[in-house]
């Protein structure tokens, strides 16, 4: 059986990082606003081709969540308090049920980050979409400085994702496309449908990290998007990060890893594979790092590794290394 791969299915995580810093380098980038005396910045993404699983089951009301999760959990990580948020929703055609249901999808996750929506876009274009985008921009504040120089021994805490979240869906979909498996079927080994695993909302880290952010000098946050485990390596180019004790894989995962024969470094490059945030600190914080996300997390958080010598991103116990 062929192994499939995130590039195959049509994204080389490669070129696209290639093509991002050409456009930093072209159109400017990486940089907070200054505003009486505080430092802004502006997070922007989208839902990506997890609103096709929504489409083809008709329920729309989570993908506001993702599309609100993506931008506040990335602005934690520049140690920035999100404050407001903006969305825009592209159709194919008006589609008042649709535009509703993402609405409250939306709300829910505006809730969860304790922020409001202060505007949007609505736009039908039915000569460039087809069913429909979802994207979003959040404001936030600085208010402590991230990441900050990092050293052998810190200490990497992983916070457990509820999924997939909003990454590596054009691979999910061609996996389960290739083996003739709908989104409404429930296989052996997982809790739920196949469409009710992949539209699962992405965690929302707002509380958590904040409440972690008053209390411990977080050193650096790294929000386990697309690139995977890769992801690390923003915080710092000088360091290696050993993840020794990683998350076993959410059941969704494995199912994937077996019926697409994919590898396990393509997995953790591609995945989150169950870490959605990960945060370093110094070894004497991190009791201290535990009992707050134990009070205020209300998804398991626990050592994942630690900061060593080298470079890239290990997984040891897998011979993974980016």
């Known amino acids: ?25 072209t159109a400017g980038g990486g940089e907070a606003v200054s505003l009486d005396g505080h430092r802004l910045v502006l997070c922007t993404d989208g839902v990506g081709s997890k609103v096709l699983v929504a ?9 506001g969540i993702d599309c609100v999760a993506m931008n506040v959990n990335d602005a934690l990580c520049m140690g920035a308090r999100p404050l407001a948020f903006v969305d825009y929703l592209a159709l194919e055609h008006t589609d008042a049920a649709l535009a509703h249901e993402v609405a409250v999808g939306l709300r829910r996750g505006a809730d969860l980050a304790g922020i409001p ?23 936030a504040v600085i208010e402590h400085e991230l990441p900050r120089p990092l050293q052998p021994g810190d200490v990497i805490v992983g916070l457990a994702s509820s999924g997939l979240h909003s990454n590596g869906y054009t691979l999910a979909r061609r996996v389960f496309a290739d083996n ?22 992405t965690c929302i880290y707002v509380a958590e990290i904040l409440a972690l952010l008053r209390e411990v000098p977080v050193k650096g946050i790294a929000h386990i998007t697309g690139s995977g485990l890769r992801k690390m ?13 990683p998350f076993p894989p959410p059941d969704i995962f494995t199912v994937m890893q077996e019926l697409g024969n994919i590898t396990s470094q393509e ?34 958080a626990r050592v994942m590794g630690e900061v060593r010598e080298g470079k890239g991103v290990v997984v040891p116990s897998l011979g993974l290394h980016y």
């Open 180 to 201: 003739g498996i709908s989104y409404r079927d429930r296989l052996p080994g997982l809790s739920a449908s196949v469409g009710e695993l992949l539209l699962e909302p």
């Open 1 to 25: 059986m062929k192994r499939m791969s995130y590039a195959d299915a049509g994204v080389d995580i490669d070129r696209e990082e290639e093509a991002v810093r050409d456009i930093v380098a």
């Open 267 to 300: 997995m953790y490059q591609t995945f989150n594979m169950g870490m959605g945030m990960a945060v370093v600190v110094a070894p004497e914080h991190v009791d201290r790092t535990l009992d707050v996300l134990e009070r205020h997390c209300p998804v398991e």
């Open 55 to 63: 489409n083809a089951l008709r329920k729309w009301d989570t993908v």
């Open 233 to 245: 390596k923003r915080l710092s180019p000088d360091v290696q990060f050993a993840l020794t004790h």
């Open 117 to 139: 929506i202060i505007g949007g876009e609505t736009a039908t274009l039915p000569d460039i979409i087809r069913g429909f985008d979802l994207a979003g921009t959040c404001v």
